[in-house]
C-alpha cells in the first residue's frame, strides 16, 4: 500500500508540478511589464491588459480544471457501475445527442439557439431517456446499459453526419463548438458550472456507499439489501447530468474519461472512494496541462482545439499504461433473450433466399430523372454501373459484421467492434495522408495507403498479443488511442474548412460510388475466404471465451488462436475500411441481430452475422441511391440511420 501510495503522489505532484509552470509561463508571457500579481484577480478597469488576463486566460484554467475533473469522475463511475473498462461519458451517448439537436437547430430552428447551453443540454437528456428505455426491462444491467448506449452515440453520430454532408457550410459554428475549444471571453462559463457541478458532485459522495456494493456481482449487492435497479438509475442520472453540464457548456471534451481512471488505477487506486477521487485530480491536471500547451504554441492556437490535442497526447500515455494497466472484472454476457434455434441450417438459407431477393432489387429497379424503372438483363450498361457497388456494399457490411462477432466472441465485450479494434484507424490515417499530401491523389493511392494503416496497426496488435496476460480489453484500448489519433487529424480539417474534406467525407460515410469493379471482387473473394475459415476457428471461438486454463486444458494454444482470429479480424476489417470507408455500425448490428434472431453457437453465428450485416449495407446502399434521387446518401450512413432503430427497439424488447 505505501508503495502505491508513493507512485500515485509522484505522479500526481509531477502532473501539478508541470501543469503549474507552464500556466505561470504562459501568464508571464501575456502579462505587461510592471503588472503586479494582484491585476490577475482584480484589475484595473482603465488598464486593457490586465482586463483581458482576469477574462480571457485565468477563467480558462479555471474552465479547464473543472472540466477535466467532472470528466475523469464520470469515467471512473461509469467504468465501475458498468464494469467496463472502455465505458466513458461517451458510452452514455451524451455529448452526441448535444451535438445532434443543436445541429438540428441550427438548421431549422436558429432562434433557439440564443438558448445554446440548454439545447445542448436537452439532447443530453433525451439520449439518457432513450438509454433507459431500452435498458429498463433488463433492470438496467451493465451489458444492456453499455451496448444501449453505444448504439445511442453512433445513432446520434451518423445523424449529424447526414446533416453535415448536406448542410456543412451552415454548421461551423457546430463544429467549432464541437471541436472542444476552451477560448473564454468573462468568467460566464464559470458561473454556469460551479453551482450546477457543486451539486452534482455532492450526489456522488452521497452515493459513494452504494456504488461500492454495485461494483460486487448482482447477486451479492442484492444479498446486501441494495436496490441495483434503483441506485444504478439514480447513478446513471448523475453521471449523465454531469456530462452534459461540462458538454454544454464548453462543447465535446474526449478521452479524459477513458485516460484518467485508467491512469488512477495504474496508480494503484483501488478502493471506490480513492478511485473517484484521482480520476478527479488526474482528469483536471490532464486536461489543463494540454491546454497549457496548447496557449504555449501560439501558432496553433486557433488552429487546434484543446479538446482534439487532448486525445492526440493521450494515446501515447494509454499506451504506456495498458502492460502494466489492472483490468476490472468484465461484464459477464448476458444471457440468450431468445431460445437457440434447433435447425439453424434452414434459417440461414432463408437468409441466402433473402439475399438474392435483395440483389436482384438491386441490380434490376431503380429510380432516373423519369421515375422508377424495372431494367432488363439486357441493359448491360445500367448493370454495369451497379454491380460493383452492390456487391461492394454486401461484401464490406458482411466483412465488417464477420469482424465485429469475432471479436465480440474473443473479448467478451459487448462493445467490441472493428471501429474500436483500431484497424479502421489506421486504414484512415493512411487515406487522410494522401488526401493531404498528394495534388491529385488516385483511387490506387489511396487503397495502398489504407493498407499500409492498418498493416502497421495489425503488426502492432500481433505484438502486442504475444505479452503476457494480455487481454482482449487491452487490445480494444489500444483501438481507442488510435482512433483519438484520426479524430485529432479530422477535428482539425473540419474546424480549418479544408476544401479536400467534402472527398474524405464521402469516403468515412460509407459511399460505394467510386468502387471499381476489380476492387469488388477482391472483396467478395476476401470474404469468401473469411467465410471458408470459419469451420477451422469455431472450436477457438467456442473455447477462449471460457478463459485462459480451460483453453489450455482442452489443448487450445492461446496466443496461437489470439494471434490467428486478431489477424482475420484486421484483414476482414481493413478490406471493408478501404474499399467503402469505416461502416462499424454494421460491425455492430450483424452480430447481435444475428444473437437475437437465435444463432447462438459460433459455427452459425458467424455466417449469420455476415449474411445479415451484408444485407444491411446492399439494401441501404441501393435506398441511398434511389430514394432522394438525382441526390445520393452514402450507405454507411444509411445503413446506421434506418438499421439503428430497428437494433435498438430489438435490444430493448429482448437483450
Known amino acids: 500500500m505505501k508503495r502505491t501510495a508513493n507512485i500515485s503522489a509522484i505522479v500526481v505532484t509531477s502532473l501539478a508540478i508541470v501543469c503549474a509552470g507552464l500556466a505561470g509561463f504562459n501568464l508571464f508571457l501575456r502579462m505587461p511589464h510592471g503588472t503586479p500579481l494582484a491585476a490577475l484577480f482584480f484589475p484595473d478597469p482603465d488598464m486593457t491588459a490586465q482586463v483581458l488576463l482576469h477574462n480571457t486566460l485565468l477563467p480558462r484554467i479555471v474552465v479547464a480544471l473543472m472540466t477535466g475533473a467532472t470528466l475523469g469522475l464520470v469515467g471512473a463511475i461509469l467504468q465501475n457501475i458498468l464494469r467496463n473498462p472502455l465505458a466513458e461519458p461517451a458510452t452514455l ?69 447526414v446533416l453535415v454532408l448536406f448542410n456543412h457550410d451552415f454548421l461551423v459554428s457546430i463544429f467549432l463548438w464541437g471541436a472542444g475549444y476552451l477560448d473564454q471571453q468573462d468568467w460566464s462559463a464559470v458561473a454556469f458550472l460551479a453551482p450546477r457541478l457543486a451539486v452534482l458532485i455532492l450526489a456522488v459522495v452521497l452515493l459513494l456507499r452504494p456504488l461500492t456494493i454495485m461494483t460486487l456481482e448482482d447477486a451479492n449487492a442484492k444479498s446486501l439489501g441494495l436496490s441495483l435497479a434503483a441506485y444504478r438509475l439514480l447513478t446513471l442520472v448523475v453521471a449523465a447530468a454531469l456530462t452534459a453540464v461540462v458538454t454544454a457548456s464548453v462543447g465535446i471534451i474526449s478521452f479524459i474519461g477513458l485516460a484518467a481512471p485508467a491512469l488512477a488505477r495504474a496508480c494503484g487506486a483501488r478502493r471506490m472512494g480513492a478511485q473517484l477521487g484521482h480520476s478527479a485530480v488526474l482528469g483536471a491536471l490532464l ?29 501515447p500515455l494509454m499506451f504506456a499504461l495498458i502492460r502494466r494497466l489492472k483490468m476490472p472484472a468484465p461484464p459477464q454476457p448476458a444471457q440468450p433473450a431468445v431460445a437457440r434455434l434447433a435447425r439453424p441450417m434452414p434459417a440461414l438459407l432463408g437468409l441466402v433466399a433473402l439475399l438474392c431477393v435483395a440483389a436482384g432489387v438491386a441490380l434490376f429497379v431503380g429510380k432516373n430523372t423519369e421515375g422508377w424503372f424495372l431494367a432488363g438483363l439486357y441493359d448491360t450498361h445500367g448493370l454495369g454501373w451497379r454491380w460493383p457497388r452492390a456487391l461492394a456494399a454486401f461484401s464490406g457490411g458482411a466483412m465488417l459484421a464477420l469482424a465485429g462477432a469475432i471479436l465480440q466472441r474473443v473479448t467478451g465485450n459487448p462493445m467490441a467492434s472493428p471501429e474500436v479494434l483500431g484497424v479502421s484507424s489506421g486504414a484512415m490515417l493512411g487515406v487522410i495522408a494522401v488526401l493531404l499530401t498528394l495534388a491529385a491523389p488516385t483511387r490506387s493511392a ?166 445479415i450485416g451484408g444485407l444491411i449495407l446492399l439494401v441501404a446502399d441501393w435506398l441511398g441511391r434511389n430514394i432522394i434521387f438525382p441526390f445520393q446518401i452514402p450507405a454507411g450512413l444509411l445503413a446506421t440511420v434506418v438499421g439503428g432503430p430497428f437494433l435498438l427497439v430489438l435490444i430493448g424488447r429482448r437483450a
Open 446 to 611: 489511396q487503397i495502398l495507403a489504407g493498407a499500409a494503416g492498418s498493416l502497421t496497426v495489425l503488426l502492432l496488435m500481433l505484438a502486442l498479443s504475444r505479452k503476457p496476460g494480455f487481454s482482449g480489453d487491452r487490445l480494444l484500448l489500444i483501438g481507442i488511442a488510435l482512433s483519438s489519433v484520426s479524430g485529432f487529424v479530422m477535428a482539425i480539417l473540419m474546424t480549418s474548412q479544408d476544401p479536400r474534406l467534402g472527398q474524405l467525407l464521402a469516403w468515412l460515410s460509407g459511399s460505394t460510388y467510386a468502387v471499381a469493379p476489380g476492387e469488388a471482387i477482391m472483396a467478395t473473394l476476401l470474404l469468401s475466404g473469411g467465410l471458408a475459415l470459419v469451420p477451422f476457428i469455431r472450436r477457438w471461438l467456442e473455447v477462449l471465451p471460457l478463459g485462459e486454463d480451460i483453453a489450455r486444458n482442452t489443448g487450445v494454444s492461446v496466443v496461437t488462436s489470439r494471434n490467428g482470429l486478431y489477424s482475420l479480424s484486421a484483414i476482414l476489417t481493413a478490406s471493408a475500411t478501404i474499399l467503402v470507408g469505416p461502416l462499424s455500425f454494421a460491425g455492430l448490428m450483424g452480430p447481435h441481430l444475428a444473437r437475437l434472431a437465435g444463432f447462438q453457437r459460433a459455427g452459425t453465428q458467424l455466417p449469420a452475422a455476415a449474411l
Open 287 to 315: 486536461l489543463t496541462l494540454t491546454d497549457q500547451i496548447v496557449l504555449f504554441f501560439p501558432v496553433t492556437y486557433r488552429l487546434f482545439p484543446t479538446a482534439a490535442v487532448t486525445a492526440l497526447l493521450g494515446a
Open 93 to 161: 451517448g451524451i455529448s452526441a445527442g448535444s451535438y445532434l439537436l443543436l445541429a438540428i437547430a441550427t438548421l431549422w430552428f436558429p432562434q433557439w439557439m440564443a438558448a445554446q447551453e440548454w439545447i445542448a443540454f436537452a439532447g443530453a437528456a433525451l439520449s439518457l431517456l432513450a438509454i433507459l428505455a431500452l435498458s429498463w426491462r433488463k433492470g438496467l444491467s451493465p451489458v444492456t446499459v453499455t451496448l444501449a448506449g453505444m448504439i445511442v452515440s453512433l445513432y446520434c453520430g451518423a445523424a449529424s453526419a
